[in-house]
């Protein structure tokens, strides 16, 4: 392997065994509980070798307790394999929850522009597939390498003491099957990493489509939709075929070496026999312990792809583990601010310049100035920075160059990050509904508020007249991407959630988009009304609502120009 690559498998063994570690307890338990099996599988083939001298007639007063010995050692493989069966399953689900968790928060806190690279496909797979073969790994690798290790040298002992000759023969596949799993490595990474990048793409594949499914039905599209799953499948498959065809050449050279190994213990076995230097007992219990070493070795062997497979998905994990956090910057001033928020606030940006990651520049020198009290409105084309300025205000993106900032009127400033979020309500463009009760959609955002509260804000998002008409009222199930609701009804319900977040700054990107020029006017009158030290900044197509505004830009070509002052 490269070097390089070695030094990331490395890593990546490295971020497991920091898990493995906090479980070292149960793993140490299931390798006494591995042992303790070898030894009793290992005792079961000396005890048949007794059983058949004994049926033999070399030794038959030893019948009544070899007997009684080996139904004590069946029904103590039964205890032992259920204890190993229990342990294992709560052993790796607790590791499999607990790094799910963490890579969950990690994406949850993960800055949002660096997220966007990720499909959530993708991302799915890597949470749920990859943390599987991780968990699973870190709690059988080490205690198999353990038991399959202990299995293999118990046998060895065994024959060593009966046979030296034997041992010999016996260890004669181990150089073949070393050199042999060292030449595969490398291949059985690239196939690893690729079967895991198609299955995410097949995982992307159907959740695009599900998501989209009526536009695909509208559009009668769904055969070209059919065919594509069957690609995406198809590739899967290949890669799969591939990387099996790979290791059927590998497993069938380690089994032809294994049985040559075999057949020879087998034969120096018959030849003793037949010298008369060995009884008929002791044969068998040759037979068994050279299946016990070959079987034990082969296990070893076929940890060698586990740890490949696991530590690619390993990789997977770490690299959206390793996603950029949001910064949180100026926390104390943020805090302070937040709590004069009553006595004003103002929202300042200054000279900023603004391109998306390997985009063109969005925003070039825009000013903007937003007071308590105030609405702020911003028009302009589609597709001209409308939303990307919400973004900088909540601070999600942040401009390249130029000030972007929050002061209260004790002249606290700081800048806008994930520390000034809290001071918004947002209404973001498009159907932003949960698939859950309305009322668990509003508690979201404050959850102890009443179902008075609740209708208070539905009320004033002009969204009561209908949602009390709904078979369940406020309890109504909304489907998902809020099926169940017109677009202007899960418009309403947005900003009834805005509404009762009771932020000191209220964000409408197109929110009022779907409604009607009467219900937007009166749902705008109706939200600055309630406050008048509340800042509102809207965008809209709309020059309805124009009227109402202190303050109007006009986005041009990158631009800001103060149409409205
Ligand atoms: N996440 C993103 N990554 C890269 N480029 C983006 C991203 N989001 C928007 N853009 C680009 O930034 C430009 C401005 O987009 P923005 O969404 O701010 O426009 P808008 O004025 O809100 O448009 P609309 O009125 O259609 O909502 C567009 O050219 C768009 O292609
Ligand atoms: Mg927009």
Same mark, same amino acid.
């Given at each position: 392997?490269?070097?390089?690559? %070695?030094?990331?498998? #490395? ?27 070898? $030894? ?12 058949? =001298? ?37 052993? /790796? ?38 943390? #599987? ?40 596949? !181990? ?47 769904? =055969? ?32 032809? +070496? ?25 044969? +068998? ?22 740890? *490949?497979?696991?530590? +690619?998905?390993?990789g997977r994990i770490m690299s959206v583990s390793e996603i950029k956090p949001e910064p949180v910057i100026e926390e104390e001033t943020a805090q302070k601010i937040k709590e004069n928020s009553s006595k004003g606030l103002e929202i300042r940006i200054e000279n900023i310049d603004f ?10 020198? $825009? ?18 920075? #409308?939303?990307?300025?919400?973004? %900088? ?11 972007? $900032? ?18 918004? /309500? ?8 949960? !698939?859950?009760? %309305? ?17 208070? @804000? ?8 209908? *949602? ?21 009804? @899960? ?6 959630? !805005? ?11 197109? @929110? ?15 939200? %600055?009304?309630? =406050? ?25 070509? +990158? ?7």
């Open positions: 392997m490269k070097k390089h690559n %070695i030094s990331q498998v #490395k890593g990546e063994a490295k971020w497991m065994l920091k898990y493995a570690k906090h479980y070292w307890g149960a793993i140490l338990l299931y390798c006494v509980l591995g042992v303790l099996a070898t $030894v009793m599988g290992l005792a079961g083939s000396v005890m048949s070798k007794y059983l058949i =001298d004994i049926v033999t007639g070399y030794d038959t007063k030893a019948i009544g307790w070899v007997v009684s010995l080996m139904i004590a050692m069946g029904i103590g493989n039964i205890v032992l394999n259920a204890i190993t069966s229990r342990a294992t399953v709560l052993i /790796s689900t607790k590791v499999y929850n607990e790094i799910q968790a963490e890579i969950y928060d990690r994406v949850m806190e993960a800055d949002w522009e660096s997220l966007y690279e990720y499909r959530s496909g993708d991302l799915i797979n890597r949470l749920t597939g990859d943390v #599987k073969t991780v968990s699973d790994s870190v709690i059988s690798w080490f205690p198999s390498l353990i038991t399959k290790g202990a299995q293999f040298l118990g046998a060895l002992v065994i024959i060593l003491y009966y046979d030296p000759t034997m041992a010999v023969i016996a260890l004669l596949s !181990a150089p073949v099957s070393v050199l042999m799993s060292r030449v595969i490595l490398s291949k059985m990474r690239k196939y690893s990493q690729e079967l895991r990048k198609a299955s995410s793409e097949v995982i992307t594949y159907q959740e695009d489509s599900f998501q989209n499914i009526q536009t695909i039905k509208c559009f009668g599209i769904v =055969d070209f939709f059919e065919k594509g799953m069957r690609n995406v499948q198809q590739k899967y498959k290949d890669l799969m075929m591939d990387y099996n065809k790979m290791s059927i050449t590998a497993t069938s050279l380690l089994s032809f +070496t294994g049985m040559l190994v075999s057949y020879g213990c087998l034969g120096w076995g018959v030849y003793r026999l037949w010298k008369g230097a060995i009884i008929f007992g002791t044969l +068998t219990l040759f037979i068994q312990l050279a299946n016990s070493l070959s079987s034990s070795f082969s296990s070893l062997i076929s940890l060698v792809p586990q740890a *490949v497979s696991a530590t +690619t998905s390993a391109t998306y990651k390997g985009g063109e520049k969005v925003l070039s020198n $825009v000013n903007l100035l937003a007071k308590s009290g105030n609405i702020v409105a911003i028009v302009g084309p589609s597709g001209e920075g #409308k939303t990307t300025i919400m973004r %900088i205000i909540l601070g999600l993106i942040n401009p390249q160059s130029g000030k972007s $900032v929050m002061r209260d009127n004790l002249g606290n400033e700081c800048a806008l990050s994930a520390a000034t979020r809290e001071m918004f /309500s947002y209404v973001p463009q498009g159907n932003t509904i949960f !698939a859950d009760t %309305i009322v668990k959609n509003m508690r979201m955002v404050k959850n102890d508020a009443t179902d008075e509260e609740i209708i208070a @804000a539905l009320k004033t998002a002009c969204a009561y007249d209908f *949602v009390k008409k709904l078979p369940e009222g406020i309890n109504t199930i909304i489907g998902e991407n809020g099926q169940g609701l017109s677009e202007g009804q @899960a418009q309403r319900i947005s900003i009834a959630r !805005a509404v009762l977040r009771d932020a000191p700054v209220i964000l409408l990107d197109e @929110a009022t988009s779907a409604l009607d020029v009467d219900t937007e006017e009166k749902v705008l009158k109706n939200i %600055i009304k309630k =406050d008048s030290k509340k800042i509102c900044i809207v965008t809209t197509h709309r020059p309805s609502v124009l009227d109402i505004c202190e303050r109007v830009y006009r986005i041009n070509k +990158t631009n800001f120009e103060e149409i409205k002052k």
